[in-house]
């Protein structure tokens, strides 16, 4: 579907996808190793990987730095590789940012901009910290199909958490360059003057001994200020981004690269150096692929360290280009629409933005076949690794700072009559100074996962999880197995709103239901056969 299609026939798409809610088994068309689908019973193991007891340390290969090198941790006989499932950490957050813009303006999000993670991703979780750094555990689910047995589905919840910021601002100092788009489309509502808004906020909220640059581009870039200490200098930052009108056409690449020339000239060692691209991405001049513009500043980033954080804005957005330059830039993104969200980034959220809990994170899940017939991670689907990449320390993973939460939700379907292990969640991940590599792994067994999802008294922040996917599943025109209907999702997301007391679920609600109103009476309900296999 083209980008920002969103007439008759995707709001007939959204309808077959959410109205009624759509049998799983109609979805089971494809068979074969990998994420692709869900996995065939005849590929069989001897044993799950990983090890027994939730949120327990595994040695990473190699590593004699703590007392859990023990014979008995180490991981059993490797799982069958159609049972492994293995993706880069994200925390990205924009997808649902920007389908909320969206949606309030009256327009269903284009199909290609939504990625259920980053839904789910959005929502706080209540998952328990780790003592220290590096990541907890917490894995478990629940049925969302009624009764059990052949044919029953549950969702798996793999929940990683990182501990918060220290109390007191005891973090490094940060080193920060903002690169601002002050290209023509940037004159738009909610663009160039919230971003200034923004910078003024965030001025406020950086320490003395923090710094900043600032880089302003449209056709060609420009540097406002070089890399200066906060402490006396907030006026002059100030003044800078006060100046800052909106001319000419886009040019990422030069600000992208201006800004990374700024970061080294003004790179800070034992500060968190960090490039931050405030934009609507709607790259129109110079060189607009987001591989070729980091081919040009990868030696910069890769030997000094320097992570890239953009903030999108706008109600049309280049979402693709900038999840890709974070995503290869070692960073994450996120969107803003308004006052408040620019708030929560740069304020409740700074220390996650700006600081590194763990480098080149990811996870990998090795079902139990001998108790799991098919299993589907939702989204993920532009961060998935190969599984034998897991532990190659070379291979791209994601960046995750403090505060932050990762949820995988996974559909998965039991063996008749199953009992015991289910699944190991493992994830790894390099220490941000030492680049030493770690590993902590968490198991589900059946009866974790054997309540009913939808239950008054069962658990509020996995039913918050649940409803995000389903509806960024339904706003992609795709559908999961026991999907509820649009009309269902919106009564359980109001219902939870109430329940959980949080305006971020109540926020969830209102989008839900514009998205019920702007898809009229174009409504369906899906059907077929079914196929072993994983599904596409």
């Not at 923004?198 to 406020?204: K, M, N, Y």
């Not at 200098?233 to 600000?255: C, L, Q, W, Y």
Request: proline share 4%; charged share 30%; net charge negative.
């Amino acid at each position: 579907m083209e980008n920002r299609t969103h007439g008759r026939t995707y709001r007939r798409t959204l309808g077959l996808a959410l109205a009624g809610g759509m049998l799983g088994a109609a979805l089971l068309t494809g068979c074969g190793a990998g994420e692709s689908g869900y996995n065939s019973s005849e590929k069989r193991a001897d044993g799950p990987q990983g090890t027994s007891g939730g949120g327990q340390v595994v040695p990473a290969p190699g590593v004699e730095d703590d007392a859990s090198q023990k014979a008995e941790d180490r991981p059993e006989k490797p799982v069958a590789p159609d049972y492994l499932s293995t993706f880069a950490l994200d925390v990205d957050t924009a997808s649902y940012g920007y389908a909320r813009r969206k949606l309030g303006d009256g327009e269903l999000p284009g199909a290609e901009t939504v990625r259920p993670e980053e839904f789910v991703n959005s929502f706080r979780q209540g998952y328990r910290r780790p003592a220290g750094n590096g990541f907890s555990v917490t894995v478990d689910g629940a049925r969302t199909s009624e009764g059990s047995g052949a044919g029953g589905w549950s969702l798996v919840r793999v929940g990683l958490a990182t501990r918060v910021a220290d109390e007191g601002g005891k973090r490094p100092p940060a080193a920060l360059t903002f690169v601002v788009d002050i290209s023509g489309s940037m004159a738009g509502t909610g663009r160039l003057d919230l971003v200034k808004k923004s910078l003024s906020i965030l001025t406020d909220e950086l320490r003395d001994d923090d710094s900043v640059s600032l880089v302003t581009f449209s056709d060609q870039a420009k540097t406002l200020v070089p890399m200066t200490r906060l402490r006396d200098h907030r006026g002059k930052i100030r003044d800078a981004v006060d100046s800052m009108e909106p001319t000419d056409s886009t040019n990422v690449e030069a600000g992208v690269r201006r800004g990374y020339e700024e970061a080294v000239a003004g790179h800070c060692a034992g500060a968190n150096n960090r490039v931050v691209l405030l934009s609507d991405a709607l790259a129109n001049t110079g060189e607009t692929d987001a591989d070729a513009i980091l081919e040009r500043i990868d030696d910069a980033r890769r030997e000094y360290g320097i992570t890239l954080f953009g903030v999108g804005v706008g109600s049309d957005y280049g979402d693709a280009l900038m999840e890709r330059l974070t995503d290869r830039g070692d960073g994450h993104t996120t969107y803003i629409g308004d006052e408040t969200q620019a708030r929560k980034v740069f304020v409740d959220q700074l220390p996650a933005h700006i600081e590194l809990r763990a480098r080149d994170a990811k996870a990998q899940v090795a079902f139990d076949p001998k108790n799991v017939k098919q299993f589907k991670l939702i989204g993920y689907e532009n961060r998935k690794v190969a599984d034998d990449d897991f532990r190659d320390d070379s291979v791209d993973g994601g960046e995750v700072g403090p505060g932050h939460t990762v949820t995988a939700l996974y559909a998965v379907r039991l063996r008749d009559g199953a009992a015991g292990h289910v699944a190991t969640a493992t994830v790894r991940w390099l220490d941000p100074k030492t680049r030493t590599p770690h590993e902590r792994s968490g198991t589900v067994e059946t009866g974790a996962i054997d309540g009913s999802l939808w239950v008054d008294d069962g658990n509020k922040r996995l039913q918050v999880a649940a409803v995000a996917a389903y509806f960024a599943e339904g706003l992609r025109g795709s559908a999961l197995p026991d999907q509820p209907g649009i009309g269902e999702l919106s009564t359980r997301a109001a219902a939870l709103a109430v329940g959980t007391e949080d305006s971020s679920v109540r926020k969830l609600a209102t989008a839900i239901a514009q998205a019920d109103r702007l898809r009229g009476d174009d409504r369906g309900t899906g059907g077929g056969g079914e196929q072993e296999g994983e599904m596409g």
